[in-house]
């Protein structure tokens, strides 16, 4: 995976792909300067009036639930069906999943009309999509993931045809078939508002430059967020300083601090 990881993050910073974020308002700003500092290409636009046309720019398209509205979500479907149409990879995040009826169905909605590439989420969020009576707390996990929830995981993504991707003490990436862990990232990381969804812009950023291995992609895509995270924590363990540290490492880390510090398997 180093190498992989080291030439992914080269051909987003030489392509500078960009990503049409329909995401939510806590996090427009954070996610955008996110991936300015990986060197991807930010848009965020809502308006159903343009879905097609901003879609179809793209080399990446986010879907994210935060903030979700009724007409959000009728962009969110366009968008998603004009991905698809495009070949453009969707990565979706279920923000709140398994909260309330809303956000649940409103992801279900989603998945139902549109292919989606990848699914990221915390365990809860995703979990919450195979078991009716798995809760999530507002937008955090009631759950660690098990051995058995792994298995539901897998049998989730070989049943959407997705990559399922899930944040966690260890993350957890499959696509049915392939399955990474990846260790890398920061309890501290918990703390700040839009990691999360950062991670899913950041995650977008590596399918963008990946023609076939969308899980490979994912799971560096997880190792070089939280890697970043390992970083910035020796300059700062405090959410504010954190926050700015964490950005700068973004920007700055390259092959050498991956292949000394990936924790991918």
């Not at 910073?13 to 939510?24: E, G, M, S, V, Y």
């Not at 899980?215 to 924590?233: E, I, N, P, Q």
């Not at 405090?238 to 964490?246: D, E, R």
């Amino acid at each position: 995976m180093i190498p992989y990881t080291i030439e992914a993050i080269a051909r987003i910073r030489q392509r500078a792909p960009l990503i049409h974020n329909i995401t939510n308002f806590v996090v427009m700003n954070s996610s955008a300067n996110i991936l300015l500092a990986i060197g991807a290409s930010p848009v965020m636009a809502h308006c159903l009036a343009e879905m097609e046309e901003m879609t179809s720019l793209a080399s990446a398209l986010v879907l994210n639930i935060g903030t979700i509205e009724e007409d959000w979500l009728e962009s969110m479907i366009l968008a998603g069906k004009t991905a698809n149409t495009l070949g453009i990879p969707v990565i979706l995040d279920p923000v709140g999943a398994g909260a309330t009826r809303l956000r649940t169905e409103a992801v279900r909605k989603i998945m139902e009309n549109c292919s989606v590439t990848v699914l990221r989420g915390n365990c809860s969020e995703i979990l919450s999509l195979a078991a009716s009576d798995i809760k999530t707390k507002g937008v955090d996990s009631t759950l660690s993931l098990s051995d058995e929830m792994m298995e539901v995981a897998k049998q989730m993504a070989i049943d959407n045809e997705c990559v399922i991707a899930i944040s966690g003490e260890e993350d957890f990436v499959t696509d049915g078939d392939q399955v990474f862990r990846v260790r890398n990232g920061q309890p501290i990381m918990t703390r700040v508002t839009g990691t999360g969804c950062g991670l899913t812009a950041v995650t977008a950023a590596f399918c963008a430059v990946e023609e076939k291995n969308m899980a490979k992609a994912t799971a560096a895509a997880f190792g070089f967020y939280g890697l970043c995270g390992d970083l910035a924590v020796q300059a700062s363990n405090k959410p504010g300083s954190f926050q700015v540290a964490f950005l700068d490492q973004l920007y700055s880390t390259g092959a050498e601090e991956i292949t000394r510090y990936l924790k991918v398997r």
